[in-house]
Every structure is written in structure tokens, then in C-alpha cells.
């Protein structure tokens, strides 16, 4: 519902998904409950440095209270 929302909201903004190798699935999930071009399912294929590239470069970041969050 959350990346369904923000697409409604801002269908201009390119939505990227982000997680470990471990989330892959949920990551497929919420994909496919999402079907436009505007969201990028990179989870279980970035590594540290491109995340920190990914969230540099972001103009909104969502997540819980883990290591990304304080990046």
C-alpha cells in the first residue's frame, strides 16, 4: 500500500526498493502488487557502496530503524 501510494502521489519519481538477499521475495511481492515501471526491485543486488549512492541521491528515504536508516 505504502509504494502504491507514493506512485499515486508522485508518478513521476522513480521508486526503488532496497533489502538483503534474505527479503528477495517480499521484494518480488511488493513488486508485483505494483504494476508500473517507475519501481526498481533491486533487493539482494546491491551492495554497500550502492546503497550509499542510492540514498545520496534520494529525495526520500523509508525504512526501519536499521543500518541504511542511519546512512
Request: with cysteine; net charge negative.
Amino acid at each position: 500500500q505504502l509504494v502504491q501510494g507514493l506512485y499515486q502521489r508522485m508518478p513521476n519519481y522513480q521508486i526503488i526498493l532496497v533489502g538483503s538477499a534474505e527479503e528477495k521475495a517480499l521484494g518480488d511481492f511488493i513488486k508485483s502488487r505494483v504494476p508500473v515501471s517507475q519501481v526498481a526491485n533491486l533487493v539482494g543486488q546491491t551492495k554497500l557502496q550502492d546503497l550509499f549512492q542510492l540514498i545520496g541521491q534520494a529525495d526520500l528515504f523509508i525504512g526501519c530503524d536499521s543500518g541504511p536508516m542511519h546512512i
